[in-house]
């Protein structure tokens, strides 16, 4: 028999969180962004559950065969472009779009040999000092692209590096409005910050990633409150070992823990080789048989530790849900003084997928 430990798919969940940022961007189409294998969802399980999208963004090449040799046939959108120019062939063959960020893309586009133009994204730097053209080399850049015969389409695309925090967009939203306003392409701006925080940045595309997930942007759960997201992945496991414990008796590597009485201590199977965080501390919210607890003590490899003092019932063989609908993966994240991003991306991959 496999370890108790899985994560379930819900892709209903997956259906209704897309049909939210449908309602927050109404006049948009969507890019869903199914990079990092969909999030750590795993992308040949999931996307099927937003077939409803204009388009899937993500970065690997690799990627994006996969949907195309699954069925996809919309748009396809490369987040961080090519990496070489021989890849052209392949965007070339399975009618990829691709972000353009640095002139020996454009250069590497126009010598080419295609069997038809490229639709493209201009990436621009407005603050984020990652990828992308200075942004007040936006006209001239645009009319490079435009003269350029391998070119299709062109749209303008930035990022922005403060839309989930207090900081905001508006320094860096005023200079894309400056140096691109006078240009008449369509834009793609919004990430899933700007989608729920600032309308005006919407245009003719957004990006949803995290809450199509059904987590919140900057891993406060107050900024998605009474959105509806509805979370998609459950990671649930099972309690393995009851230990009863006197008082001073320690749990775990370091001995981090030690009773201040008699108490009740379920293993769970489960730990940082699952993806779960190893740095989380005593405390951290997990639920056992349907009441929610705490784990006690230091992570380990394949095993956490919980306090089954409010569930007296529990018992091995007691279900655990680690992070799902009850226990939300913000909460564990901002426990373990991380974001829910990284939990979702580092689930192992002997963790098994259920949808």
């Given at each position: 028999m496999p370890r108790p430990i899985s994560a379930t798919l819900n892709?209903?969940?997956?259906?209704?969180?897309?049909?939210?940022?449908?309602?927050?961007?109404?006049?948009?189409?969507?890019?869903?962004?199914?990079k990092?294998?969909?999030?750590?969802?795993?992308?040949?399980r999931i996307w099927p559950g937003l077939t409803g999208t204009d388009g899937f963004a993500l970065l690997d090449l690799n990627e994006a065969i996969l949907l195309r040799e699954q069925g996809w046939q919309g748009p396809i959108l490369l987040?961080?472009?090519?990496?070489?120019?021989?890849?052209?062939?392949?965007?070339?063959?399975?009618?990829?779009?691709?972000?353009v960020h640095s002139d020996w893309q454009l250069e590497a586009i126009k010598a080419a040999r295609l069997t038809a133009?490229?639709?493209?994204?201009?990436?621009?730097?407005?603050?984020?000092n990652r990828l992308g053209f200075p942004v007040g080399q936006a006209?001239?850049?645009?009319?490079?692209?435009?003269?350029?015969?391998?070119?299709?389409?062109?749209?303008?695309?930035s990022h922005f590096a403060n839309a989930d925090n207090p900081i905001g967009?508006?320094?860096?939203?005023?200079?894309?409005?400056?140096?691109?306003?006078?240009?008449?392409?369509?834009?793609?701006?919004?990430?899933?910050?700007?989608?729920?925080r600032n309308p005006e940045t919407h245009y003719d595309w957004v990006r949803p990633g995290i809450i199509l997930y059904g987590a919140s942007p900057s891993g406060d759960i107050a900024d998605i409150a009474g959105i509806g997201l509805r979370p998609v992945m459950s990671l649930c496991s099972e309690i393995i070992a009851v230990q009863s414990l006197s008082v001073g008796q320690s749990v775990g590597y370091g001995?981090?823990?030690?009773?201040?009485?008699?108490?009740?201590?379920?293993?769970?199977?489960?730990?940082?080789?699952?993806?779960?965080?190893r740095l989380a501390p005593s405390g951290t919210p997990i639920m056992v048989d349907g009441i929610v607890t705490h784990t006690v003590g230091a992570i380990s490899m394949d095993m956490l530790t919980v306090d089954l003092t409010p569930c007296p019932q529990a018992q091995i063989g007691s279900k655990v849900e680690v992070w799902g609908?009850?226990?939300?993966?913000?909460?564990?994240?901002?426990?373990?003084?991380?974001?829910g991003y990284e939990l979702m991306c580092a689930l192992a991959s002997r963790v098994t997928l259920l949808t």
């Open positions: 892709l209903s969940a997956l259906h209704h969180n897309l049909s939210i940022v449908r309602q927050q961007a109404k006049k948009a189409k969507i890019w869903s962004v199914v990092a294998n969909a999030y750590g969802h795993g992308l040949a987040l961080e472009g090519f990496f070489q120019p021989q890849d052209l062939v392949l965007l070339d063959h399975y009618r990829l779009t691709t972000t133009p490229l639709n493209i994204y201009l990436k621009f730097n407005s603050g984020m006209p001239a850049v645009w009319q490079w692209a435009k003269s350029l015969s391998n070119v299709g389409e062109v749209t303008l695309m967009i508006d320094e860096q939203f005023a200079q894309i409005q400056q140096a691109t306003g006078h240009i008449s392409a369509a834009r793609c701006f919004a990430n899933s910050a700007a989608i729920l001995s981090r823990y030690c009773t201040s009485g008699a108490q009740r201590i379920g293993v769970v199977a489960c730990g940082y080789a699952d993806g779960y965080p609908e009850n226990v939300l993966i913000d909460n564990v994240a901002q426990a373990a003084g991380t974001v």
